[in-house]
């Protein structure tokens, strides 16, 4: 059974009732969703009034069954939770209210609730869901020039742009003493390199003659960027004609740069601009811009704000900032051909959200998906195989494909090397290991003359190792390692593994007399460097008569407790390295 939907009001649900041969009336029956509807099976249209859109519900089924008078209802089943979809409403928009002085205007209207209302790729409001489907939207709109101003709006639903409104706005002119506005900003745009400086320019149009002006601009830089410091006054241009010239002096003067650098502030110079009517003349500053920086659509603005003879002004030049993406790019690094890995990685584009890495691993074709970081991406390959190995990648803002390039990593396959070393752990109690490098697959057996001490198989990575027990005597013991491929002897390498001396006492000689004044005795010897020596009585459990660890020389020494009055054979155990045992005596006898 099931209960799926058509659009946001109607519903397909299928299903077949349970009922015997007797029923005279067998239905299926659908609930827990704001409403219950019921029908005879198969496939049937249902709406549910109470059902609000974007909610999800999980409908419960379950058969109706009458014979005769006597109607019963069967267990109820759960399906799988449905939302209801939100209904998809045309965008509205209107003027509600505007402010000529505050150059603002409130826009509002109708969409589809649970859309996001868009302006400019800016999300500016998302409509309130009224329970029908439908959702009221408002907004303020600033910063809108005098005269008209057309804003669009889109409507977003799940991602995807459904429609767009769009409303005009006349603004109209602060009243001014004698004349309109005298100077007005125009909107231009420029490209800023990344990582580096531009002097980007704002312009504005004369819209009356003046010579010497008065007031003030502020300079407000694109996201992101910043002003380069020592722009305390600038030379601004004029346009003749076709050709821009220079201005006969400093134009801005006693600039002052925020503490952040996004914002420079100048008074204009007291100087004669003489600039004609419908003459356009511009400012240049110098932005920096990081290299990493995210933003690549912004605008410069310069707010200027003053007076000329007969007239004021108070405008704002905009020039949009477009900063170009850098380009997808991959190279391969720290390629070992022994473990057949290599990493691969470079620069993303900023706007890139992910980026996919496909290539053959183990003879099948593979892709991970990596997030770029500060416009860099890597990622570590493995199971690659010998010669070249395509690796494809290809960068996405969201499912948008902004690029793809390949490489090659090579595998330069060398035939495997076989070895054999011996290395102790620095605990003495632990067994020695022996191990290399080999064929992958191969069988290694440790032996020692005709004995065989151990056996492993060599790892897909070439490595291998066993740990053997010791021969529990001192010096040299040396072992055969044997690689064997395919049942047959490959290679062999004599390894030798040194355990150092036996643990012998030197002091005492054997029957030395113990003293009953003095029945603490100081036993001394020499056994393998780092091996841990105990005392104990011969015959006797559980005796200790005391630990000492030999030093680099393989000297020791361990001073008794007080002996029992009685002939005794003293034992000493050495455990050295690659828990290797020995031992050594010494007669003890009770004196008079």
Known sequence: MSLTPIDSRTYRVTGTPRCGILETTCQVHVGNIGGDYHWNGGTSTATFASWPTGTTRTPQFWTYACIGTLCTNSARVNGSPVTRPHLIRALTASLAAQDDKARTARITGTASAGAVIKRNGQQVAVPSDSGSGAGSWGTTVTGLSVGQNTLTFQQVVGGTVQDQASVSVNIGAPPVPDDPESITGDDLWATVARGGTTTVSVTYTAKRAFTTPTGTIEFTAPEG????????????????????????????????????????????????????????????????????????????????????????????????????????????????????????????????TSVDVTWTRNGVSTTRTVRPSAGTWGVDLDALGAGGNTVHVEAFTGERSLGTVDVVVRIEVVAPVFDAVAQFDTDVTKQVRVGGRGTTGATVVIREGATEL???????????????????????????????????????VRVPIDYGVAVRVTSPGDGFVVSPVFPDVRIAGVAAAGAVVRLSEQGVPGSDLGTATADANGRWSVTTPPLAPRDQVVVATATSRGANTTTSTIALVTGP
């Open 225 to 352: 960027a910043r002003f380069v410091t020592g722009q305390d006054s600038v030379r601004g241009e004029y346009r003749d004609g076709s050709s821009w010239h220079s201005f006969g002096g400093d134009s801005l003067v006693n600039g002052v740069r925020s503490a952040n650098g996004a914002k420079y502030t100048f008074g204009l110079g007291n100087r004669n601009w003489d600039v004609a009517k419908d003459q356009k003349f511009r400012f240049g500053l110098k932005v920096r811009t990081p290299a990493d920086i995210a933003t690549l659509e912004s605008a410069m603005t310069g707010k200027l704000v003053g007076r000329v003879d007969g007239g004021t002004f108070d405008t704002t030049a905009t020039t949009a900032t477009i900063i170009p993406d850098q380009q997808l790019t991959a190279a391969a690094t720290d390629v070992d051909a022994d473990k057949l890995t290599a990493k691969v990685g470079g620069s993303a584009p900023f706007a890139a």
């Open 454 to 492: 151990a056996r492993t198989t060599v790892l897909p990575s070439g490595e291998w190792s066993v740990t053997i027990a010791a021969p529990n005597r001192g010096g040299v013991r040396t072992v055969d390692a044997i690689q064997m491929v395919s049942g047959q002897t490959d290679e062999t």
